[in-house]
């Protein structure tokens, strides 16, 4: 279905929405799971549900749960003893109220997945670029899930020897919904962005709603099917070690599209760049955005100035002046590079699928150890475990209502929008501040909790809430474009590439210290007033928020890709200033989220780790919450050492592989013919060739470097642990921790300056001493561009992926050190094994970077002859098929 527009006597054809069968028998299926989950949520208050006891392995000696059963292991005592097993009541209404949150969310994603496919998709331009984008996202996860359900399998195959069938259902319950959960996103994320491109040329309020909520059907969808999984396989599991398998599925596939992801985006942006025919179209395309903003500004300070002076005139006035400054528009999408297109699908992998998967892994480690030391380590089992459940299910009903509204004006700047967003987030902290109080002073009503702890819970959970968004706003004001550090980057940038380095690294480092000292004394403070279970309350609120967060941290790539649609399709004025907004405001969502992602891996990590000391010298019939200074030895000192050292030998490999992949990508294109446009076919088939030829290349190629940092990050945990014991294994995980906290946002907050810097010089923002307006064909652009091309791998792929890898690292020491536990104390009689891990990873490596790439090269030429017997049987041409023979030879020299 088409409608059409009539612009200046020119006939447009657009192409209406589809309406979505699938989405509105979801929503019908989400709401009566909501009702059933709210009824079941009732029966339990009113004990008229059924009753789910469990039983469980005690970390602490306590008196008996409050709330019963009274039928426990030992009849006759009082008490529960250390490492002795005792009987608990399930926090049924909590999890039954997550089970109607989690539906609510998913009914909210249906809903706006509809919503967004009604919407007008644009003109035959906009269309086809998008489905250039939506090719290559399609091949990237065809070649890509087979690999991961390859590490899932042998991840599940150890899961289920080590720690039995109930962690082996966890861990494919996980694995599979993170997997779903970033798939789903990702696709519907494609169809939005050339809705997004097209309502931008109406209205700035239209087009922020729509790109709001197609970046909300990502956040929302991980983080509700983490809360619902885990409320669910608790109920059915009934064991809360187990749990921890649900997070080990996840971390493998949040690992992957994270790593992975970003080095194939990097790669791809990186090798676009060195391809000199797409520098020559972006240098010509960054002037014409400085053109167009110096005439947006000169427009705006004419109409004040008429406003000033009392004259006649209006917004009309200033929109017909615009339009005349359009020219004829020419098809500059159908003269790129394909290669050109590669960072687009990038940023959908990278930025939303990746994000996806690590908010559902970050938040279903939490929760998992929330139930950990809930049961296990507190003394009322079915309110401490469900505390941390109903924060978390009220975090996710306030994110997606709040979704639905985003108060924006046509005037409005991406600063003003930020803030209309960060309001968002605020409703949502009260809301569970106010649900958080009610379930504490009902407890406290009952009697098993005093007043002192009523009011350490408050303050806890407020603390938890407000970090992750302190921490955002103080890197924001080192990065966005509205502040003086980046004003003053830009500014010096014509003192050379040193100065602009060195600033942007002095910045970052700088930009560590309040996160890095605000997360230390939220960790010190809550430990003072609640120890362990104080830890666990902290890091459930911190992703109490992820849903809307994680929402406008996809709509960043989302942005990023509807401004370049734009920038492809138009040179209307307004739409492009619109877009820019936007993609300013995606820039700082987008850095926003990665902020995010760095506090819940810090917060989930630090509960990883004191969960694994629980299990451990629980399982030795000592308390651990009174081994201090015992833990403190040279093993442990050794521990905070080689954590030191795994960690930098991460951040290399991650660096180098993205290196490797971008010269790949470059020698690829200007070597091979397969991935040039097709000159005799029209735009998009002219693109859709080469781009999947390309994005196989690259899937393959990301694929192989992955392998390193993989087998670097399963190495760890299993050195640390047959090396130096469990305390060296603890202070291994917890010193890495710190580290990464700090590394990883010193690395994204100097990646971004350097982005927000150029683009302060792009937009025509800088000016110097005379009031002369600074440009793109400047030394100050220049000297930029270098600082962002290095920046790149630190901000997009090196920084967030570290995140991941200590997470990775934390669960699989988890696993490996409690459930099989295959460490002991001290290494006297394993410290072998670890030289064997060392030894047998180091060949590993080896072979990812050689022998890999010799079996990968076999298997393409099989696939080959393979495809070229099937096309001789199909009737083709000898002479094509000579040469696509040739071309597809070339494509495999490059591996």
């Known amino acids: 279905m088409t409608a059409q527009e009539t612009h200046d006597e020119d006939e447009i054809i657009i192409f209406e929405g589809r309406f979505s069968w699938w989405a509105a028998w979801c929503m019908m299926i989400w709401v009566i799971c909501f009702i059933m989950s709210t009824v079941a949520m009732v029966l339990s208050t009113r004990g008229s549900a059924f009753d789910i006891v469990s039983e469980e392995i005690s970390f602490i000696k306590e008196l008996n749960p409050p709330y019963g059963p009274e039928d426990q292991p030992n009849a006759d005592a009082t008490m529960r003893e250390i490492n002795q097993m005792f009987r608990y009541k399930l926090p049924q209404t909590a999890l039954f109220y997550s089970l109607a949150a989690a539906s609510l969310g998913l009914f909210t994603v249906s809903y706006f997945t509809s919503y967004m496919l009604l919407e007008d998709q644009g003109s035959k331009r906009v269309i086809d670029i998008g489905l250039v984008i939506a090719k290559g996202v399609q091949v990237y996860f065809e070649r890509t899930t087979p ?18 069938i109930s962690a082996l259902i966890c861990f494919v319950a996980g694995a599979i919904l993170n997997l779903i959960s970033a798939r789903t996103g990702v696709r519907v994320t494609v169809q939005g962005q050339t809705r997004l491109a097209h309502a931008l040329s109406h209205e700035l309020f239209d087009a922020l709603q729509i790109g709001i909520r197609t970046g909300s059907i990502g956040g929302l969808l991980a983080t509700s099917l983490a809360l619902g999984g885990m409320a669910g396989m608790w109920l059915i599991i009934r064991d809360t070690v187990s749990l921890s398998g649900f997070g080990s599925g996840a ?18 942006d990186i090798g676009a760049d060195l391809v000199g025919e797409i520098e020559e179209h972006r240098q010509e395309e960054d002037h014409r955005v400085f053109l167009l903003q110096q005439s947006m500004a000169e427009l705006e300070a004419e109409r004040k100035e008429r406003l000033k002076k009392g004259m006649e005139g209006d917004d009309q006035d200033m929109m017909e002046k615009l339009r005349r400054m359009e020219v004829e528009m020419q098809d500059i999408a159908s003269q790129l590079h394909p290669i050109d297109f590669l960072d687009a699908v990038g940023e959908n992998i990278n930025d939303v699928s990746g994000t996806c998967a690590d908010l559902f892994e970050s938040m279903v480690l939490i929760l998992s150890t929330c139930a950990i030391i809930g049961t296990k380590g507190s003394p009322v089992p079915h309110f401490n475990s469900g505390l941390p459940f109903w924060i978390v299910a009220t975090g996710k009903i306030g994110c997606s209502l709040v979704a639905y509204y985003c108060h924006v004006h046509e005037r409005f700047t991406s600063r003003q929008i930020r803030w209309s967003l960060r309001f968002n987030l605020f409703s949502v902290i009260v809301v569970v501040q106010v649900v958080q109080i009610l379930i504490s002073f009902q407890e406290f009503l009952a009697g098993t909790i005093d007043f002192t702890r009523f009011w350490h819970f408050c303050v806890i959970s407020l603390m938890g809430q407000l970090a992750p968004e302190i921490v955002v706003l103080f890197a924001e004001y080192f990065t966005s474009t509205d502040y003086a550090p980046v004003r003053s980057l830009a500014l010096n940038a014509d003192l050379g590439v040193v100065q602009v380095v060195l600033q942007g690294f002095g910045q970052g480092f700088l930009s560590t210290s309040l996160p890095a000292g605000l997360m230390i004394v939220c960790v010190v403070l809550t430990w003072q007033m609640e120890s362990h279970y104080g830890l666990v309350l902290l890091s459930a609120s911190s992703v109490s928020g992820t849903g809307f967060q994680g929402g406008i941290a996809s709509y960043g790539a989302i942005a990023t890709n509807a401004h370049k649609i734009v920038h492809l399709t138009t040179y209307h004025s307004m739409t492009r200033h619109r877009a820019n907004i936007c993609a300013a405001l995606g820039d700082s969502t987008a850095h926003a ?10 917060s989930a990590v630090f509960n990883v780790a004191l969960t694994l000391l629980a299990q451990t010298y629980t399982a030795m019939d000592m308390s651990y919450m009174q081994v201090t200074g015992a833990i403190l030895s040279n093993h442990s000192q050794a521990g905070l050492v080689t954590g030191v050292v795994l960690t930098f030998l991460f951040c290399a490999n991650t660096m180098i592989a993205c290196l490797d992949t971008s010269k790949a990508f470059q020698k690829y294109c200007k070597e091979s013919k397969a991935v040039s446009r097709i000159d005799k076919l029209p735009f998009p088939q002219s693109h859709i060739k080469p781009l999947k030829t390309l994005t196989r290349y690259g899937t393959i190629m990301s694929t192989r470097m992955v392998f390193s940092p993989m087998i670097n990050t399963l190495a760890v945990p299993l050195i640390g642990g047959y090396i130096l014991g469990v305390k060296g294994l603890l202070f291994l995980i917890s010193g890495s921790n710190v580290l990464i906290l700090c590394l990883s946002i010193l690395l994204i907050n100097s990646g971004q300056s350097w982005v927000s810097a150029r683009k302060f010089v792009l937009f025509g923002l800088l000016k110097d001493v005379d009031g002369q307006v600074i440009g793109p064909e400047s030394v100050h652009n220049r000297n930029l561009l270098i600082g962002e091309s290095i920046g790149g791998p630190m901000e997009d792929t090196t920084g967030p992926a570290m995140n991941n890898f200590i997470k990775f690292v934390a669960v699989f020491a988890f696993v490996t050190g409690g459930p099989a536990a295959l460490y002991d104390e001290t290494p006297e009689n394993t410290w072998f094994l670890g030289f064997l891990v060392i030894i047998g990873s180091t060949s590993m490596v080896a072979f990812s970077k050689v022998g890999l790439t010799l079996l990968l090269r076999v298997v393409s030429q099989l696939m080959e002859r393979r495809r070229l017997r099937q096309a001789y049987e199909d009737g083709e041409v000898p002479e094509d098929i000579a040469a696509q023979e040739d071309d597809d030879d070339d494509f495999d020299l490059h591996f």
């Open 147 to 164: 690999v991961i359900i390859f590490f899932l399998f042998c991840g599940a195959w150890y899961v289920g020897v080590t720690a039995g």
């Open 593 to 602: 989220g990665n902020m995010v992602s760095a506090v819940n891996a810090f």
């Open 251 to 268: 971390a493998i596939v949040s690992f992957y599209l994270r790593v992975g992801g970003g080095i194939f985006s990097k790669g791809a």
